[in-house]
């Protein structure tokens, strides 16, 4: 059982960065994909960003630009950096793993999850 620990969250102002980072508990040759999502009080959890692992990279059109997400997938280790954070940015953002080939933007898709680590954006 593969296990994820995020670190990394905090609260900063608009405009300000913030880099996430997620470790796997040991190294997997079966996890195929590593993603972001979040989920803000009183919505649905959204992804964020993926990272298969061959180094293709997805986006949510609210954070194309503003985010980027690197790692390396047969290490277990996933990073996403955020610039220019809005106050609808705040969530609690959560790491998570599939081991089934090819990524995903939706989390039932996702084998290991994290705990999350909180965002906050003030204005």
């Known amino acids: 059982q593969v296990k994820l620990v995020e670190s990394g969250g905090g609260s900063v102002q608009a405009g300000g960065s913030l880099r996430l980072s997620c470790a796997a508990s040991e190294y997997s040759t079966t996890i195929y994909c590593m993603g972001w999502f979040r989920q803000a009080p009183g919505k649905e959890r959204e992804a964020v960003a993926n990272?298969?692992?061959?180094?293709?990279?997805d986006y949510a059109a609210s954070v194309k630009g503003r985010f980027a997400i690197s790692g390396d997938i047969g290490a277990g280790t996933l990073f996403l950096l955020m610039n220019n954070l809005k106050p609808e940015d705040t969530a609690m953002y959560y790491c998570a793993a599939r081991s089934t080939y090819g990524c995903s933007r939706v989390d039932y898709g996702y084998h290991y999850w994290g705990q999350g680590t909180q965002v906050t954006v003030s204005s």
């Open positions: 990272l298969h692992r061959f180094g293709d990279t």
